[in-house]
T-cell receptor
Framework: GEDVEQSLFLSVREGDSSVINCTYT??????LYWYKQEPGAGLQLLTY?????DMKQDQRLTVLLNKKDKHLSLRIADTQTGDSAIYFC????????????FGKGTTLSVSS | KAGVTQTPRYLIKTRGQQVTLSCSPI?????VSWYQQTPGQGLQFLFE???????NKGNFPGRFSGRQFSNSRSEMNVSTLELGDSALYLC???????????FGPGTRLTVL
């Protein structure tokens, strides 16, 4: 079956690194995504990783994928107050077809 | 390139009414997907259209319907509105549906 789980809250200080974790259950997952949602806004694509990759780095963002444990993480280096938002992990899979399956989202709070 | 646009941004309706939401995808994108976001259920996939055909469907009642036009613009209709239909409705577009989805700002529907 399809299920994506995330911890609900993360609080960090400005300048620290943030690590947001996600687990998924569908072993046929093809792409895994991280989206960001600010208050009153839609979803902004942050980054994605293909299931045959272990790691992807994009400026301050690092995505790690552990396929064996079905675990995905997003690391934000030098976290800023502007990074405060809800972060969603999402997967696509052969079973879900074109549908994105989302986690409930992790609220990141950055204090100065 | 212009992003995904959705109209209207806000809607207030009463129970029993019907509503139509509109989505214009990124130029060149032929796939349009619709998602419902609520505090309780999170982000849930409604349906996806490609080349004017519904290609994928989530687990929602028949009151939720959609269509896609030849220019890839899509509309979503909800009939006989219920209080529980209050949500943020997000539209996403992608070139084929099996690649990265880009989201619009959403339409906030309130049912009184």
């Amino acid at each position: 079956g399809e299920d994506v789980e995330q911890s609900l809250f993360l609080s960090v200080r400005e300048g620290d690194s943030s690590v947001i974790n996600c687990t998924y259950t569908d072993s046929s997952s093809t792409y895994l995504y991280w989206y960001k949602q600010e208050p009153g806004a839609g979803l902004q694509l942050l980054t994605y990783i293909f299931s045959n990759m272990d790691m992807k780095q994009d400026q301050r963002l690092t995505v790690l994928l552990n396929k064996k444990d079905k675990h995905l993480s997003l690391r934000i280096a030098d976290t800023q107050t502007g990074d405060s938002a809800i972060y969603f992990c999402a997967e696509t899979s052969n079973q879900a077809g074109t549908a994105l399956i989302f986690g409930k989202g992790t609220t990141l709070s950055v204090s100065s | 390139k212009a992003g995904v646009t959705q109209t209207p941004r806000y809607l207030i309706k009463t129970r029993g009414q019907q509503v139509t939401l509109s989505c214009s995808p990124i130029s060149g994108h032929r796939s349009v997907s619709w998602y419902q976001q609520t505090p309780g259920q999170g982000l849930q996939f409604l349906f996806e259209y490609f080349s004017e055909t519904q290609r994928n469907k989530g687990n929602f009642p028949g009151r939720f319907s959609g269509r896609q036009f030849s220019n890839s613009r899509s509309e979503m209709n909800v009939s006989t509105l219920e209080l529980g239909d209050s949500a943020l409705y997000l539209c996403a577009s992608s070139p084929t549906g099996f690649d990265t989805q880009y989201f619009g700002p959403g339409t906030r529907l309130t049912v009184l």
